[in-house]
Each structure stands twice: as C-alpha cells, then as structure tokens.
C-alpha cells in the first residue's frame, strides 16, 4: 500500500515533467526541424506571450477564482499603448501607463468578484466582453500602424542580450519573483489560504477580499506587459489579439499541476506547464496539423489535466 501511494505522490509531483520529455522526445523523433537551435529559440520566446499571462493566472486560480479577462486586457492594453506611440506620448510613458492600465483592469474584475460578490467565471466573463468591445470601440475595427522606430520598442519585445532574447530574460526574471513570492513571503501563504479555505483563513485574520483583489491587479499586470512585448514584436496592434490567451494560460496552469479548487499548486509546474503547451504548438504547427485538430488535441490535453486533479 505504501508503495502504491509513494507511485501517486511521484505521479503527481513529476507528471507534468514526465509528459513534457516524452513530449519533445516524441516530436523530436518525428520531425528534424523541431529539434533545430533556431526553431527551439523560436518556442521559447513565442512561449512567453503566454507565461506572462499563466504567471498571474496561477495566482488567481491559487485562492480558488478564474481570470477570463487576460485576452481581452491584452487587446486593449495594447491597442491603448499603440495610440498613445502614435499620438506622440514617449515610448517609456506610454508603457507606464500601459502597465497601470493593466493594473486597473485586473482590479476592476477583482472588485467584482469580492464586492460585487459575483462569481468569478460571470465577473471576469463580463470584464473580457467589455474590455473586447472597449477595444473594437477605441480601434475603430482597425489596426494601429506606424509606431516609429523607437529603440525601446523595437528593444523590449525584439532584443537579446549576449544572444538570449529580452522577452525570455523578462520571462526569467519574473518566474523568480513569482516563485520567491509564493513560496517566502507572507502575502504568498496568505493566496494559498485563502484557496485552501477561505472561511477559516478569514477567522484567523486574512483579508481574502483584499488578496483577491491584488492577484486579480497582478493577473491584469501580467496580460499588459505581455500585450506590450507582442506590441514590440508585431509592430502594430489588431483587434483580435489576445483571443484565446485566457484558454492556453489557464491549461498552462492547470497541465502545471495547479488544482482549480484552489489552494494546491506551484509556480514552476507552471513554468512547465507552459512548455507543454509551447511544445504541443510549435510540433503541431511543424507537423502541419490543421488548426482544428490542434484544438481538439489541446482540449483533450486539458481535460486529462482537469480529470486527473479531481483524483488528487
């Protein structure tokens, strides 16, 4: 008997890591390309994009709440930051405001949800419509052109330094401080709390409605700076950017080992996370795998994820 949990706790502390190797090990086998420097330097810093967004979304998901707003904050951060270039405001200005921007829409969605006493999937359900239609609103139905050619903008999303790309640096950086705040510091054991049980963790003096509402303003965070490095990357803003964002962060978290109900989880299985979804696109991609295909594999992908966290 002993064994046979010892097996299910090592399933469940390298599962996710387990199926990222056999992932790439298999996809390598198949095709040259995916295994070529390029192509692997390409998934990592198409990979990010979506870490920043999985980052805060492992937060969220911590005290037991979802974020389907992260698309939409995506899309009209960027198309703010882009009108803003365009308008003349400095490059390093418009990403400030851009970033506080993120913040106050993330907040909006955690106000909802703990003053507003809404669900978290109708709160932030409502918030990714809005900000989506906010967006087509602002843009007009048009892209956003002519940024100039600002050395930071062009920097923050298309640099390197000593050959590693600035978005991978970033991404780094801020896995650090995500790991360091969940696992060192107060707040941190305060997020885990507040999803374990949030009755019992406000007896003893957590402020859960408070919490909430600063994962939900770092989850917004996150979805603008990415929306600024894909900014960079693209070198205007469309108003479809940032669909389907929320879905691939939230199977991150979840393929990450991070349980929906809350209060269960790490910041490096999400780190893991990520890649198995990075890996699952770009091999698909590679493979030619009709786009359709893609999403029914990646959905079948989350629902093994999901089936197996209700047997934890």
Known sequence: MEKKKNKVHFLQDYGSLIALILLVVL???VSKEFRSFNNLISLVRQSTINGFIAFGM?????TGSIDLSVGSVLSLST???AGLIVGGVPVGLA???TLILGVLLGLVSGILVTKGRLQPFIATLVTMTVYRGLTYIYMDGKPISNL????LLKFIGRGSIFGIPFPVILFLVIFVLYFFMLNKTTFGRKIYATGSNEDCARLVGVKTDKVKMVVYALSGLMASIAGIILLSRLGSAQTTLGEGYELDAIASVVLGGTSMNGGRGRISGTLI???IIAVLNN???ILEVSSY???VVKGLVILIAVLSDRKR
Do not use: E
């Not at 100039?148 to 050395?151: A, K, L, M, T, Y």
């Open 293 to 295: 295909y893609q999403s």
């Open 79 to 81: 198309a703010i930051c």
């Open 283 to 285: 091999g698909l991609n």
């Open 273 to 275: 996370g990520i890649l």
């Open 27 to 29: 996809i390598s086998l």
């Open 58 to 62: 492992t937060c969220v998901i911590l």
């Open 95 to 97: 990403f400030i405001i």
């Open 148 to 151: 100039g050619d600002s050395f």
